[in-house]
C-alpha cells in the first residue's frame, strides 16, 4: 500500500477535527425550545427520507428500538410526527412529519445558516470569503468519496 505525504495525512486529521467541531456547533445552536438532539436528527431524517416505520428510524439513528420509541412519542406529544398503520402491514406504523414538524426542520435550518452567513459576514474579509466560497465544490467533491 503506498504511504501517504506527511503533509496530505496531517491535513486529512485537521479537517476531520475542524468539521466535526463546526457540525457540532451548527447543531448546538438548531435546538429550539425543549426540543433535544435526538429529536431534531429525527425529524432531519423524516424529512430527507419521509415516512418511515419505527424499526426503520432506530437503525439509521444507531440506536435501539426503544430509545426510538421514546423519541417519538415525545415528537408525537409536541405534534411534530404523526402515526399511521402501514397500508402494506397493519401490523406495522409509518411515522411522518406534521406541517408543525416540517417547519420545525426548516426553521432551524434556516437559523444555522442565518448564523453561519452572519459569522462569515461579520469576521471575514470578502477575499477570505471568496477562498471559502471556492472551496466548496471541492469539499463536496470529498464528501461524496467518503
Known amino acids: 500500500m503506498e504511504t501517504l505525504p506527511l503533509e496530505v495525512t496531517r491535513a486529512a486529521g485537521e479537517l476531520r477535527a475542524l468539521v466535526g467541531r463546526l457540525s457540532r456547533r451548527l447543531r448546538q445552536t438548531s435546538v429550539v425550545g425543549e426540543m433535544t438532539l435526538s429529536q431534531a436528527s429525527v425529524l432531519s431524517l423524516l424529512e430527507r427520507e419521509g415516512p418511515a416505520t419505527p424499526g426503520i428510524l432506530a437503525t439509521r439513528e ?85
Do not use: Y
Request: hydrophobic share 45%.
Open 62 to 146: 444507531h440506536i435501539s428500538p426503544q430509545s426510538m420509541g421514546a423519541i417519538l412519542i415525545s415528537l408525537e406529544a409536541l405534534g411534530l410526527v404523526s402515526r399511521m398503520p402501514d397500508p402494506t402491514d397493519g401490523r406495522s406504523l409509518v411515522i411522518s412529519l406534521t406541517e408543525a414538524g416540517l417547519q420545525a426542520v426548516q426553521g432551524a435550518r434556516r437559523h444555522r445558516e442565518e448564523r453561519l452567513a452572519r459569522a462569515l459576514a461579520d469576521n471575514f474579509t470578502a477575499e477570505e470569503q471568496q477562498v471559502l466560497i471556492a472551496a466548496l465544490p471541492l469539499l463536496e467533491r470529498l464528501a461524496r468519496l467518503l
